[in-house]
Nanobody
């Protein structure tokens, strides 16, 4: 089992950048595929990006491709989401998620964090 805690959210202007972090508990973080999802007010949660448990593959939603970058530091038990060129439509609560021996896909995540708010103002 793994527990996830997101941080790094906040208020940023259009075109700005933020880096989100997701710290995982436990000693087997390197065994978990990790993903980021987001949920905007009044909308369903949507997939943003994922990284495989080995860190050798990533996958991005079309809406963030070229602007967001997912990475992981297994020594720090942390996954990051670097968000550049932010747009108002990126405003949402961002969640990280984990799945054991997971590949970089958008489904079958078992563990979820509580989320961190990102607000992009124009």
């Amino acid at each position: 089992q793994v527990q996830l805690v997101e941080s790094g959210g906040g208020l940023v202007q259009v075109g700005g950048s933020l880096r989100l972090s997701c710290a995982a508990s436990g000693r087997t973080f390197s065994s978990y595929g990790m993903g980021w999802f987001r949920q905007a007010p009044g909308k369903e949660r949507e997939f943003v990006t994922a990284i495989s448990f080995r860190g050798d593959s990533t996958y991005y939603a079309d809406s963030v491709k070229g602007r967001f970058t997912i990475s992981r530091d297994n020594a720090e038990n942390t996954v990051y989401l670097q968000m550049n060129s932010l747009k108002p439509e990126d405003t949402a609560v961002y969640y990280c998620a984990a799945k054991l021996y997971g590949l970089a896909t958008m489904t079958n995540y078992r563990y979820w964090g509580q989320g961190t708010q990102v607000t992009v103002s124009s």
